[in-house]
């Protein structure tokens, strides 16, 4: 492989994996946007999604369907079925745990949050285990070789879940009038409830729609490494929060942008230093990010409320 | 008398709005100096300036008794030692100490003890500590608080958090104290409370320079009253002379609309 | 000042119990399970300083733990030095971490704040995990010497693995730093310290150098974690990264917010309850990290100011941003 094979084999790779941090991260932005909540028990519903999608591409394996169904019918019903699942528990965790306290001191939300991490991350691993889960994956394992460059069909299928994902949001974001509710609430919660927008229900549904993205990220991480593991959550989650900060937190194309660049840093950085390292990558992003552009990369939001 | 405080040619802009704009201004030793003007005039800002939340765009504040020293790119902190203190327009309490907690924060600058004398017996921070709650019950006594030392300043009704807030500000004993628009959300009787609680500052010698939109309040306590208007000075002079000035009527009364240019 | 005094009594009686009691129950496990919530308890007061008293949200706080558990282990296995030694500059190195990283640290705030200092322990525990030339990588460092006492008749005894030794020194350690804190958060500084909590500008007008009070709490804090990190290698003789991972942070913290923030009774009491929690729902032995999470949440529904809180504020009350210019 030349220098510059290798460069573009490392940034496909970054790519995917870029990907899923940036369907975690807008997550966190979203509801960062709306409550100024740094919802910690994010990470464990991209973990959820990820176990609900096993379960349900396991049950198509040896259900009793027809064996004839073509693969992505497969994960396309396991994708909206992981974000379903997701997006109920995202809402059912906003209705009765975050909403009772919104209006508590900041800190209490935190260790709500925090706590919730813990319930969920123990839940998961008493009901799949704490060992490792294989994924079966029912992508076939079709690659390309691109000048040089291998590009799998299982790549493709990350950068076009997630590209629509982003798309559809973005969309829906800047031209329904759900979007701007959404927008206005991040601006001012007060005003909003005052000019009569049910706040409660745009809340809710960011939840629905933060977890649901984290879901489709929890199964498209589940395909691309074969294994999930219930520890898995709170790396990815501290990962993807990073991404959130990275661009500009509160901030949705920020996100977007935040998590495709730190999963290049960290794809090169694997690549070209020591992977031993890798994860202090990202933490460090993170630490002298916050501390020399609080904003983000895009950000203009004003980032401390305190 | 000499001069206690100058802001000279003193200029902060917000974004493209001019707050203040080449403002200069004195305050003499044991002078009580109004400071009047419309909502948005750039009077919170002058305060801002002066005790260094905010940083001037351009211009100067100096302060002392004798020398005059600058205050330019000091800290809040750093001017609180200087001798300046002051309240808030929106009073800013330690809500969740006790109203003698509250004055005994202000003795801060005033005491000494270091963490090590904090952490083990030291006859010196003792003495210190005596010395602080006695002038901080004190200080109580003065604004009618000392009966409810002990309750929290948050739960305290509206007027007397604004009572507490100068007896906070008066603990470090300043050599000029700035009270922003202290009679703000007062009823007729707390007002006149007040103004006996100034009047009575004012016999002990203290400098004060206040920002109030109450002219029944301002007037009758100012040596001087200063005018802004859209950050400029519009007027200076006694109270009297100050009310009839036109300029100043136009201010109020305005051919301007009453937006809300506060920033 | 009769309240004082009652209160005096209540402490003292508190501290003759917890001494008297390895005579009245002997059991090594239980004393074993006291000690370890003890050192909970310790920690909770460094972090009580800077989390309840300060108001700086830390979510890092087990890397101070880790940093004076491996400064007296590398100081004890390199050079020999006795524990009664190696916990002073234990102390110390915490400590000067925590003004370090306060000084880039305390430029953000709030939440902000809370993940920097999170990614700062996460850092720690990496980098002691792989500076595997010094630290001994993932195995930690084995061998570390235990605590040795000279007793007149009887000559230097060494701790050893019993419980008893370790039960006294965290009880007297825990008993002396909840004096020390009792006596700061009475001081100018600590009363300086809750002022930059409730309200940073007013604190600051009022003549409190905030940045140098941060950097002191941050310094403090760290230093009793420190103090708790040397006692906690003495004690188990091995330190590995492991024991210093997020769960710490934040069952530290959970400790300090359940007592109710800036009390010191309460982040001992708190420290008791949650640290033997999990020993008493051994029963349960999978499900209590689950229950612990449910506790939380439940916790901060049903009594979100914790057991000795006195204010509702909390951290950043909304009040302080809501109003203008």
């Known amino acids: 492989m030349t220098p510059l094979q290798l460069f573009c084999q490392q940034l496909a790779n970054g790519l995917t994996l870029g990907a899923i941090y940036a369907l975690i991260a807008l997550g966190y932005t979203m509801i960062y946007g709306v409550i100024q909540l740094i919802n910690f028990a994010h990470g464990e519903l991209f973990m959820v999604g990820a176990y609900v999608a096993l379960t349900l591409v396991l049950l198509s394996s040896a259900g009793p369907l027809p064996s004839g169904i073509p693969w992505w019918m497969t994960l396309l019903v396991c994708g909206l079925g992981s974000m379903a699942a997701a997006g109920m528990l995202g809402a059912a965790i906003e209705r009765f745990a975050y909403r009772p306290i919104r209006h508590a001191p900041r800190l209490n939300a935190l260790i709500t949050a925090i706590g919730m991490s813990f319930f969920l991350q123990n839940a998961l691993m008493l009901l799949y285990g704490a060992t490792d889960r294989h994924f079966p994956n029912p992508i076939p394992l079709t690659r390309w070789e ?103 937190i509160g901030n949705i194309p920020g996100a977007m942008v935040g998590g495709l660049v730190l999963g290049l840093l960290e794809g090169l950085g694997a690549g070209y230093l020591s992977s031993q390292w890798k994860n202090v990558f990202a933490f460090l992003i993170l630490v002298v990010l916050l501390l020399f552009k609080p904003r983000g990369l895009l950000g203009e939001r004003v980032a401390d409320r305190a | ?133 006695d002038r901080a019950m004190g200080l ?26 100068i007896a906070r500000a008066l603990s470090s004993d300043p050599a000029l104290l700035l009270l922003d628009e202290p009679a703000a959300g007062l009823n007729a009787a707390e007002k006149q409370a007040l103004l006996q609680l100034i009047e009575q500052l004012k016999g002990q010698g203290l400098t004060t320079f206040l920002i109030e939109h109450d002219m029944r309040v301002v007037m009758p306590i100012s040596d001087r009253v200063v005018v802004l208007d859209y950050g400029k000075k519009i007027a200076e002079g006694p109270p009297k002379l100050v009310q009839e000035n036109p300029r100043v009527i136009e201010a109020y009364l305005g051919t301007s609309t009453t937006v809300n240019r506060e920033p | ?110 939440d902000y704040l809370a993940i920097v200092t999170l ?75 809750v002022a930059i909590r409730e309200d940073e500008l007013a ?17 403090c804090g760290g230093a009793i974690a420190g103090l708790a990190g040397a006692i906690f290698a003495s004690k188990q003789g091995t330190v590995t990264p492991d024991s210093f991972d997020f769960i710490l942070s934040v069952m530290v913290l959970a400790m300090v917010v359940l007592g109710g923030l800036g009390s010191i009774r309460g982040a001992i009491l708190g420290a008791l309850l949650l640290g033997s929690l999990p020993e008493l729902l051994r029963w349960f032995e999978q499900y209590r990290m689950l229950l612990f999470g449910l506790t939380m949440i439940v916790m901060m529904r049903l009594r979100p100011q914790g057991l000795f809180g006195r204010s509702s504020q909390g951290l950043a009350p909304d009040r302080a941003h809501a109003g203008s210019a």
Not at chain 1, 182 to 193: G, S
Not at chain 3, 80 to 103: D, E
Not at chain 3, 206 to 218: F, I, R, S
């Open chain 1, 146 to 248: 691109v000048g040089g460059v291998t590009v799998t069909l299982m790549q493709l299928v990350v950068w076009a879940a997630s590209g629509l994902l982003m798309v559809g949001l973005q969309l829906l974001v800047m031209s329904t009038k759900l979007g701007m509710a959404m927008r206005a609430t991040a601006q001012d919660l007060k005003a909003c409830a005052l000019l009569g927008i049910p706040v409660d229900r745009i809340i809710a549904t960011t939840f629905v729609i933060g977890s649901a993205f984290a879901a489709m990220g929890g199964m498209l991480f589940g395909l691309h490494y074969g294994t999930i593991n219930f520890h898995d959550g709170y790396l990815m989650g501290l990962k993807a929060f990073t991404a959130a900060v990275l661009g500009g």
């Open chain 2, 1 to 133: 008398m000499p001069a206690l405080l100058e802001v000279e040619r003193l200029t902060r802009r917000f974004g493209g709005v001019v707050a203040l704009d080449d403002v200069t201004l004195s305050v003499e030793q044991g002078e009580t100096v109004g400071l009047i003007g419309p909502n948005g005039a750039g009077k919170t800002t002058l305060f801002n300036c002066v005790t260094g939340v905010l940083r001037p765009d351009d211009g100067e504040v100096r302060f002392g008794r004798g020398p005059m020293e600058s205050l330019t790119g000091l800290a809040p902190h750093d001017i609180a030692q200087c001798g300046i203190t002051r309240t808030f327009q929106n009073v800013r309490l330690f809500s969740g100490m006790s109203v003698l907690e509250n004055v005994l924060v202000g003795t801060y600058i005033r005491t000494h003890a270091g963490l090590i004398s904090s952490m083990l017996p030291s006859a010196e921070a003792r003495r210190e500590e005596r010395w602080a709650q």
């Open chain 2, 140 to 165: 109580l006594e003065l604004v009618g608080l000392a009966g409810r030392s002990h309750e929290m300043a948050g739960a305290l009704p509206f007027g007397l958090q604004r009572r507490l807030e």
């Open chain 3, 1 to 110: 000042m009769e309240g004082f005094r009652n209160q005096t009594v209540r402490w003292a009686i508190g501290v003759i119990a917890a001494l008297a009691l390895p005579i009245l129950n002997p059991n090594p496990y239980h004393l074993d399970v006291l000690t370890n919530a003890l050192l909970y308890a310790l920690l909770a007061l460094g972090l009580n300083l800077i989390v309840g008293l300060a108001g700086l949200l830390h979510l890092g706080y087990a890397a101070f733990f880790a940093i004076g558990a491996y400064t007296y282990g590398l100081l004890n296995l390199h050079w020999h030095w006795p524990f009664w030694i190696g916990m002073i500059p234990a102390a110390i190195v915490a400590g000067l971490s925590g003004v370090c990283l306060g000084v880039p640290a305390l430029r953000v705030r709030g």
């Open chain 3, 119 to 193: 990614g700062f322990g996460e850092i720690v525990r990496i980098a002691f995990t792989n500076l595997e030339q010094w630290t001994g990588g993932p195995n930690g460092l084995l061998g570390i010497a235990h605590p040795k006492i000279w007793i007149p008749g009887r000559g230097l005894i060494d701790f050893g693995v019993a419980s008893m030794p370790y039960y006294y020194l965290v009880c007297i350690t825990t008993a002396a730093v909840a004096v020390v804190c009792v006596r700061l958060s009475r001081s100018r500084i600590g009363r300086a310290w």
């Open chain 3, 203 to 219: 604190a600051s007008c009022m003549g409190v150098p905030v940045l140098q009070l941060k950097l002191l709490a941050q310094g």
